[in-house]
């Protein structure tokens, strides 16, 4: 397989895109696809100001590399979840997950010269996730709900405060891809609705883009790998196991029998919602109002759900 630029012994074949190239045309093909799509859905300008949310893996870190490189004003939040070997639930390995990853969030930014901010869960709540976790679920069942709830609550609190415009996640189309199966197997409209790769601004929040969501994850892997991007290996313990994962083992069996089928689903789900397949859901848009105690938006009355499990 020879590269289609230069010839030469190509690295990365992507079948899907019918396309092979060698280590130094696959990395400046694959920022520039992601430049092209950052254009193509809006998703921010070179004067606006961008926290990109950084876990320690492969996605994240090559979000923030890639964003650099081009020349974007992109800083890191790193969010400490307190997830090691003593707090996982039973869950196994992972020993010291949040704190192996940290580190290498900051060797990331300090080996670049950019700004990381951290937040430890713990430290300002009292809690870690899965001591959270436990509080509120009394053992049963995975962490995973309530880290969602303070990861959401944390970032869009330091977009917030400290003034950026855009919130990025790292999020590929394997990511989105098994989401949306999961959401099509149920019909979940208000899910649907809510799921693509540029959430607008709302009242308090920062808007939210997924640059890396037309990217196959084994692409991010390779880029990842060619930059010599240091991140860890491990998932969350937590991960293991769960709908997301058996979702993208389907996805990719189709995929391997029909190369392409992964983006086409997803592609084809944006194309129908903007032709109004949820105009409907569209209409009855739940009301927002600040939270009274941290102002973030929020649809039950009182407190949202994040101020509820903290004041408790
Ligand atoms: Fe949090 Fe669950 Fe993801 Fe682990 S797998 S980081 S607990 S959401
Ligand atoms: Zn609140």
Not at 70 to 87: N, P, R, V
Not at 210 to 230: N, Q, S, T
Request: with cysteine.
């Amino acid at each position: 397989m020879k590269c289609r630029t230069c010839g030469k012994k190509a690295s990365v074949n992507m079948r899907q895109h019918k396309l092979a190239l060698c280590k130094e045309h696959y990395l400046e093909w694959l920022p520039a696809q992601v430049e092209r799509f950052i254009q193509k859905y809006r998703m921010f300008a070179h004067d606006e100001k961008i926290l990109v949310a950084v876990s320690g893996g492969k996605d994240s870190l090559s979000l923030w590399d890639i964003l650099h490189y081009l020349g974007y004003q992109a800083d890191g939040l790193y969010i400490c979840l307190g997830i090691d070997s003593s707090t996982s639930l039973g869950a196994s390995g992972g020993a010291d997950y949040s704190a192996e990853s940290q580190r290498l969030a900051e060797q990331f930014a300090a080996g670049h010269g950019l700004k990381l901010h951290i937040v430890n869960v713990q430290e300002q709540t009292g809690k870690t996730i899965p001591e959270w976790a436990e509080a509120s679920l009394r053992g049963r069942g995975k962490p995973c709900s309530v880290c969602g709830l303070v990861k959401r609550h944390v970032m869009n609190r330091i977009a917030r405060d400290l003034g950026y415009d855009v919130l990025a996640t790292g999020h590929n189309l394997d990511d989105e891809a098994a989401v949306l199966f999961g959401n099509t197997l149920t019909w979940s409209g208000e899910y649907l609705l809510r799921q693509g790769p540029v959430l607008p601004a709302t009242s308090g929040l920062a808007r939210k883009v997924k640059p890396l969501f037309r990217l196959y994850e084994r692409e991010m892997l390779a880029y990842a790998l060619l930059r010599g991007i240091e991140y860890i290996y491990d998932e969350c313990p937590f991960a293991l196991g769960s709908t997301s994962i058996y979702y993208k083992e389907l996805l990719n069996k189709l995929e391997n029998d029909r190369p392409g089928a992964k983006l086409a689903f997803y592609l084809s789900f944006l194309e129908a919602r903007k032709k109004g397949l949820f105009a409907e859901q569209e209409q009855v848009q739940q009301e927002l109002h600040p939270c009274p105690n941290c102002g973030q938006p929020t649809s039950a009355p009182g407190l949202c759900s994040f101020c509820r499990m903290v004041k408790h």
